[in-house]
Each structure stands twice: as C-alpha cells, then as structure tokens.
C-alpha cells in the first residue's frame, strides 16, 4: 500500500540535504499532520532548535505558547498544530542574531506541503519573512504596521511579531499588542482547535 502524500512528503523534507553547505548541517525541523487546524507559520530554527529536533523548543517558543494559551500536549500535537517556518533548518548566527531563513528551502517544499493541510482554520505568520509569503499585499509596510492591522485579516490570519526574547523593546514600545491583540486570540486559537 503506498503511502499517503503527507507523510511521504514529510519524510522527503526531513532527509533533504539541498543546503549542506550550512555551519551546522541541515537537519530540517517540521511539525505538520492532515487534521491540523492551526498553522504557524514562522521564519527559520534557531540553534537550540536544530540540537533538539523540536520546533520552538527554546524560549520563543515559550513565549509564543504563552501568547496563545496553548500547553505543550496541544502545541506539539501534530494533527492540531502545524509549525512550517520558511525555512527548516538553522540558517546559522551572524552580528545581530540568526541569518534568515535560507531562500531554496520554500519554492522546494513550501507549496507541496501547504497543499496537503486541508484543514486548516487559522494561520499566524510570524516574522517578516512568513509576512512576505502569506501576506503579499503587506509589502512595504513595517512589522509594526502589519501586526497593528490584525482586524484587517481576523479570524483567519494573524501576524504576530517574532516571539524571541530578542523582541522585548518591540513589545515595551508596543502595549497594544500584550492588551488588545492576545486576549482576542486566544479564544480564536480555542475556536480554531474546535472547529
């Protein structure tokens, strides 16, 4: 019997070796199952991550669990939670944090594997680089803009800014985010895992 088109696409994705040429290899990291309802969208492993094999298994990922009010049982959960960053795996370090996402990674693999989550009720996009490819008409405009217009594309699609301790300033200078923006979604988050 063959195997169905997502698993043997996930099993193709995480023995790709097309950027061999990274600081530590590539060892591509993905969460995805065909009942998810969620899909996080996000940028690229970090370190840590690429160590464990485990998506925002670090302390933005701590952080973006909190956003949402989800326990790790729900999060890592693959036929409720899909995590595909743009690129999947640890891109490396340079001056001022990780390199982006590596450009070969999402015209490989990106849509093929998009395709196959059928069920999907709600996407957060994390990231300018997840913006770029799920939010194409929000060119131009700066993180801050495009998250402060979240009403703009509710309920199906929510950009967040990047949950990395990295981001405190952003979020001290941007209160609105912490008191307006998390309180509505995570019922949403609850919704969508309910549908």
Same mark, same amino acid.
């Given at each position: 019997?063959?195997?169905?088109?997502?698993?043997?696409?996930?099993?193709?994705? @995480?023995?790709?070796?097309?950027? #061999?040429?990274?600081?530590?290899? $590539? @060892? /591509?990291?993905? *969460?995805?199952?065909?009942? #998810?309802?969620?899909? &996080?969208?996000?940028?690229?492993?970090?370190?840590?991550? !690429?160590?464990?094999? &485990?998506?925002?298994?670090?302390?933005?990922?701590?952080? =973006?669990? #909190?956003?949402?009010? %989800? /326990?790790?049982?729900?999060?890592?959960?693959?036929?409720?939670?899909?995590?595909?960053?743009?690129?999947?795996?640890?891109?490396?370090?340079?001056?001022?944090?990780?390199?982006? /996402?590596?450009? +070969?990674?999402?015209?490989?693999?990106?849509?093929?594997? %998009? #395709?196959? =989550?059928?069920? %999907?009720?709600?996407?957060?996009?994390?990231? @300018?680089?997840?913006?770029?490819? !799920?939010?194409?008409?929000?060119?131009?405009?700066?993180?801050? +803009?495009?998250?402060?217009?979240?009403?703009?594309?509710?309920?199906?699609?929510?950009?967040?800014? !990047? $949950?990395?301790?990295?981001?405190?300033?952003?979020?001290?200078?941007?209160?609105?985010?912490?008191? +307006? =923006?998390?309180?509505?979604? @995570?019922?949403?988050?609850? *919704?969508? %895992?309910?549908?």
């Amino acid at each position: 019997m063959p195997a169905a088109p997502l698993p043997a696409l996930l099993a193709e994705i @995480r023995a790709c070796t097309a950027c #061999a040429d990274l600081p530590l290899g $590539p @060892r /591509p990291v993905v *969460q995805a199952g065909a009942t #998810a309802r969620i899909l &996080i969208a996000a940028q690229a492993p970090g370190r840590k991550v !690429h160590e464990t094999g &485990i998506p925002f298994n670090d302390a933005s990922g701590e952080r =973006l669990r #909190a956003w949402l009010g %989800l /326990p790790p049982e729900i999060f890592y959960d693959p036929a409720r939670v899909a995590i595909v960053p743009m690129g999947f795996c640890f891109p490396g370090t340079g001056r001022s944090g990780d390199l982006p /996402p590596r450009p +070969e990674c999402a015209p490989l693999w990106r849509a093929q594997l %998009l #395709a196959e =989550l059928r069920q %999907l009720r709600l996407t957060l996009v994390i990231g @300018r680089y997840a913006q770029a490819w !799920h939010l194409p008409g929000a060119g131009g405009q700066t993180l801050t +803009e495009v998250v402060a217009d979240w009403p703009a594309r509710w309920p199906a699609t929510v950009a967040l800014p !990047h $949950p990395s301790p990295r981001n405190n300033l952003w979020l001290k200078r941007n209160p609105w985010f912490e008191a +307006e =923006l998390l309180p509505a979604l @995570r019922p949403l988050v609850q *919704q969508a %895992l309910a549908a």
